[in-house]
């Protein structure tokens, strides 16, 4: 595993381009304020580089000195939110919420799948191929969708243990199915469909 102190971080032209758009978002002075943003350009860069989203301690100095901040203010933000890896991951991040609504729809047979189908036993493990880590999250915001689990920036809904085993082996082909209900709900309609609005008003 890379030394999450010592391991060397320069931003690259595309991560150049995208803080120098979003510092442009605030006044002068003001740069800190992107400090959120800049650390997923920092994590999406390690994706590209080693095939980790994870965001290394030189990785928040570069972003200090890019915003002007003292680098303890980056890292008090990036150890206070779940989003941000402070070390390497698999190459895919098993988010699985296990918070009330989750669980009572089933969340301990997703949790039970995942760990049957990646050899994973406990949380904040990868697995022996480096292909999964396991990280146990609060509540997603999916709720009326549960149980969800969150791959990298994406809803995986409505799962069960036949869903999840699927998932993963898709995953493990590298050909992820698309996002969202995996049984066909419309965005958070009722479950068949929804019950209202089923035309178009009329302008």
Known sequence: MADVVSFAFAFDAESEAELTMLVARYPAGKQASAV?????????????????AWVPVKGMDA????????????????????????????????QLCTTTPCWLRGSDDVVAACREATGIKGWK??????????????CVGGCVNAPIIQVDDDYYED????????????????KPPPRGSMIGRQNSAPVGGPTTLHFAPEA
């Open 63 to 94: 972003l200090a000195a890019r915003l002007d901040m003292a680098p303890i203010r980056v890292y008090e933000v990036a150890t206070f939110y779940y989003m941000f890896n402070m070390a390497p991951i698999g190459k895919y991040h098993l």
């Open 159 to 174: 799962m069960d243990r036949e869903k999840t085993l699927a998932l993963i082996a898709a995953l493990r082909k590298g």
């Open 36 to 52: 959120i943003p800049g650390l997923y350009v920092v994590q999406h860069q390690m994706k590209r580089q080693t095939g980790s």
């Open 125 to 138: 493990e990868t697995s022996s191929d480096g292909l999964f880590t396991m990280t146990e999250v609060e």
